[in-house]
């Protein structure tokens, strides 16, 4: 019972590079989200997608992108990574109504 | 900006003391939910309060969802070193949008 998995665990990136955050959920939900989390910051909203051919942005969609594959997955893109994206990214998905957040272990990405 | 604001940030107690921690909000929120996050983990739910003025006791910790559901607190009676980690409120606008605070860490020393 996998839940939800985030690749990879870690990255690092030089300035400028690109790179994309795989996240897959096994709950057959609908709803899935990126988050980031900095010290102190608690978690910020990047992109979220309501259902399956929808995304929208969250709090803090600068410099990313997503896509949302089919119904399992949901991938976050950075085209040209910047020290500021160093953090901590977290994948999470819901079923509907007030459901819970189920989230992945997360990607920590350290940009130089 | 954070949208939700946590008070405090840091705290750390002795065993069996008392504690509360409060999740404020300018906003307005269809339901709002409290999260705990060991490290290296994601946050894992405690809690969903969906009406204004709504209680809610889960063992020693009680919850309690503001009446004009902008605003949310967590008590905590007679904290245990098993206690300590990372307490988030989430605030949800509409049906999807969920908001995170900014988190207390809490550290319960035995």
């Known amino acids: 019972n996998a839940g939800v998995t985030q690749t990879p665990k870690f990255q690092v990136l030089k300035t400028g590079q690109s790179m994309t955050l795989q996240c897959a959920q096994d709950?057959?939900?609908?709803?899935m989200y990126w988050y980031r989390q900095d010290p102190g910051m608690g978690l910020r909203l990047i992109y979220y997608?309501?259902?399956?051919?929808?995304?929208d942005k969250g709090e803090v969609p600068n410099g990313y992108n997503v896509s949302r594959l089919n119904k399992r997955e949901f991938s976050l893109r950075l085209e040209s990574a910047a020290p500021s994206q160093t953090s901590v990214y977290f994948c999470?998905?819901?079923?509907?109504?007030?459901?819970?957040?189920?989230f992945g272990n997360g990607t920590r990405l350290t940009v130089t | 900006t954070q949208l939700l604001e946590q008070s405090p940030q840091f705290l750390s107690i002795q065993e069996g003391e008392n504690l509360t921690v409060y999740c404020n909000s300018s906003?307005?929120?269809?339901?709002l939910q409290w999260y705990r996050q060991e490290p290296g983990e994601g946050p894992v739910l405690l809690v969903t309060?969906?009406?204004?003025?709504e209680v809610k006791k889960l063992k020693r910790l009680t919850f309690q969802f503001g009446d004009a559901r902008k605003d949310s607190s967590l008590h905590i009676t007679a904290a245990q070193p098993g206690d300590t980690g990372l307490y988030l409120c989430?605030?949800?606008?509409?049906?999807?949008?969920?908001?995170f605070g900014t988190g207390t860490r809490l550290k319960v020393l035995a």
């Open positions: 999470a998905s819901t079923g509907q109504g007030y459901s819970p957040l189920h």
């Open positions: 309060v969906v009406t204004g003025g």
């Open positions: 997608s309501a259902s399956e051919g929808t995304t």
């Open positions: 906003s307005v929120f269809s339901s």
């Open positions: 989430a605030g949800v606008e509409g049906t999807y949008k969920y908001i």
């Open positions: 709950m057959n939900h609908n709803s």
